[in-house]
């Protein structure tokens, strides 16, 4: 009888823990590292994450520990989960504990500030992981959506197309499907600019403005995706899959996407510190829409909507004088 694949799973947020779900459910032997103890007891002896997904009960094949050196040995994935801005840090106290030849799998939708690199290549930069051995995981997956069972389907992308399949096994069960790819590229910056685009709707929406308005923005938000993308050698279908508009969709229009969530309040005239007052969890577009600003200044790119969230979110402009400036900006033709 073949031993089950074991995986390491590194964050104990809503989106760590039901990707855990996912892998146990998938006949892995899954690890789940937390900074907390009493949270990992509780997974542990109640099978349950009681501060990111009330109610759920996870598999008895999930196991949880405060010690990443027992969670990194002997995995055959590595999974990290923890807020893009933070992966360096922590990966660079882990890197010496990883198995060797691990496939490690970033879960995470952003890009770094300062350095403007995509999470892929934080990874490589700091373990120094061929990237080949490296894959990420997108798509429209809203956490909770998932941790119920609903049907849901993702892609999970690496250079190597044999790595993908890999991790495709190891997390396709009766209620997620996952696809293969080879773009990670695109399928990182699907992920990455679709939270910016999220707090843009997410504006709209509390401003009281329409449904024209929201669909205007998640079509033009997708094709200064599909721009940068271009840019950065990936491949303009990417962004028409589950990675580009699927998880667009999803994450600007669900009342459980914290990055529109997170725009709503700014729309209906929170300010930024009020705002992260009464938000629980990361919204990973609140500083990734800067890094992702900067990656298109980079790349001679374009990007009005991301520029005026970056004025709304960090420079203080009010949203109705930022959305009358964008509105305003000279007529083109739509494919430029």
């Not at 823990?17 to 590292?33: H, I, N, R, S």
């Not at 690496?158 to 399928?187: I, M, N, W």
């Not at 609140?286 to 909507?305: F, N, Q, W, Y």
Request: aromatic share 4%.
């Amino acid at each position: 009888m073949t031993a089950p694949v074991k995986a390491a799973v590194f964050g104990t947020g809503s989106w760590g823990t039901t990707f855990a779900m996912v892998l146990a459910d998938a006949g892995c032997d899954v690890t789940l590292w937390g900074r907390r103890p009493e949270l990992a007891e509780a997974i542990n002896s109640r099978h349950s994450n009681p501060d990111y997904l009330p109610g759920v009960e996870l598999p008895d094949g999930i196991r949880a520990t405060t010690d990443p050196a027992e969670a990194a040995a002997g995995a055959e994935f590595t999974v990290l989960a923890v807020p893009s801005q933070t992966l360096r840090g922590n990966l660079a106290q882990w890197a010496p504990l990883l198995a060797r030849d691990t496939v490690l799998v970033s879960l995470m939708k952003g890009v770094e500030l300062g350095s403007a690199m995509r999470m892929s290549e934080v990874i490589e930069d700091v373990t120094k992981t061929p990237a080949d051995r490296i894959a990420v995981l997108s798509g429209p997956n809203l956490a909770r959506e998932i941790a119920a069972r609903m049907p849901a389907a993702a892609v999970v992308a690496c250079r190597d197309e044999s790595v993908a399949q890999r991790l495709q096994k190891a997390c396709h069960t009766p209620y997620f499907r996952p696809y293969t790819e080879t773009d990670v590229v695109g399928c990182e910056l699907g992920g990455a600019v679709k939270n910016v685009i999220g707090l843009a709707v997410g504006i709209a929406d509390g401003m009281g403005l329409g449904d024209n308005t929201k669909g205007s923005l998640i079509t033009r938000g997708l094709a200064e995706t599909a721009r940068l993308g271009l840019a950065m050698g990936a491949d303009p279908l990417t962004f028409s899959g589950l990675a580009g508009l699927g998880d667009l969709v999803a994450t600007a229009s669900s009342p459980l996407s914290r990055n529109h969530t997170f725009g709503i309040n700014l729309g209906k005239g929170m300010t930024l510190e009020e705002t992260i007052a009464v938000t629980k969890q990361t919204a990973e577009g609140v500083k990734s829409c800067e890094s992702v600003a900067d990656l298109a200044r980079r790349h001679g790119v374009e990007m009005p909507i991301t520029d005026t969230v970056v004025d709304i979110v960090h420079n203080g402009k009010p949203p109705l004088v930022a959305v009358k400036e964008l509105m305003s900006r000279s007529a083109k033709a739509e494919r430029r």
